[in-house]
């Protein structure tokens, strides 16, 4: 294995060192050009999910640039995945989909950015140290989503939802009431639902998160919306 020399002192910090992950060799080699031509070392490539993760693994880059739409393990599972197994890694989310719903769960998948393929190439590099810097790399559209997202959240977090969740809709319903110290009864009433509905819902609320009381169920959720809030709140640093 070849080795790098220890800088020295007085020479420039160490380049970017990027993977890049796409199924399309044709995007891949325009993007790994554009990088290349700006200094960003691009030290590999992969045409799928489960290559991008195992690469990172290995080399341990600043920033995976990922695309979604791969065979097998696709952008938004490997993003998941590397987010979990090599948290010191960023993932650029670029992708041929504009879709705002799309970024939104990128980004709570772990990205730190989300953008389309149409952005212009040479602002890529930009995005990509911008990303080594704590900033996150989002379209403007969708820095805007993230605003009214939070505009529309009550202070009590009741209405914010993870993505991808166990809870169905109802049943977070039930748990934002709980949430606001609302009993059995006055769930039935507001929600035009019968007090036996209500309790079950929260029995399966009770068995879905793994816990044995409104209390921890409680704690739980705020844990989960303190989790979203998190990843909307990066989302707004930076639009790019």
Same mark, same amino acid.
């Given at each position: ?22 199924? !399309? ?62 948290? !010191? ?9 504009? !879709? ?141």
């Amino acid at each position: 294995m070849q080795t790098q020399e220890e800088p020295r002192p007085c020479e420039e910090p160490s380049r970017l060192r990027i993977i890049i992950a796409d199924d !399309d060799p044709l995007a891949r080699r325009v993007v790994r050009d554009a990088l290349q031509e700006a200094g960003v070392i691009v030290i590999a490539e992969a045409a799928n999910g489960r290559e991008a993760v195992e690469l990172a693994r290995h080399y341990r880059p600043d920033v995976v640039l990922m695309d979604i739409i791969m065979p097998g393990i696709d952008g938004l599972e490997a993003t998941r995945l590397l987010a979990r197994e090599v948290p !010191d890694t960023a993932v650029l989310v670029l992708t041929a989909s504009g !879709d705002e719903d799309t970024g939104m769960l990128a980004l709570r998948c772990g990205a730190a950015g989300f953008l389309s393929k149409d952005v212009d190439i040479q602002a890529l590099p930009r995005a990509l140290r911008g990303i080594t810097y704590g900033e996150a790399a989002i379209s403007r559209e969708l820095t805007m989503r993230v605003i009214e997202r939070f505009r529309r959240v009550r202070t009590d977090g009741a209405g914010l939802r993870p993505v991808q969740s166990v809870l169905s809709g109802r049943e977070w319903e039930v748990l934002d009431h709980l949430c606001s110290g609302a009993s059995t009864d006055d769930i039935a009433d507001t929600l035009v639902l019968s007090t036996e509905t209500v309790r079950s819902h929260i029995k399966n609320i009770l068995r879905k998160l793994r816990v044995s009381s409104r209390a921890e169920a409680i704690a739980v959720a705020r844990e989960l919306r303190e989790a979203v809030t998190e990843v909307d709140a990066r989302a707004t640093v930076m639009s790019r």
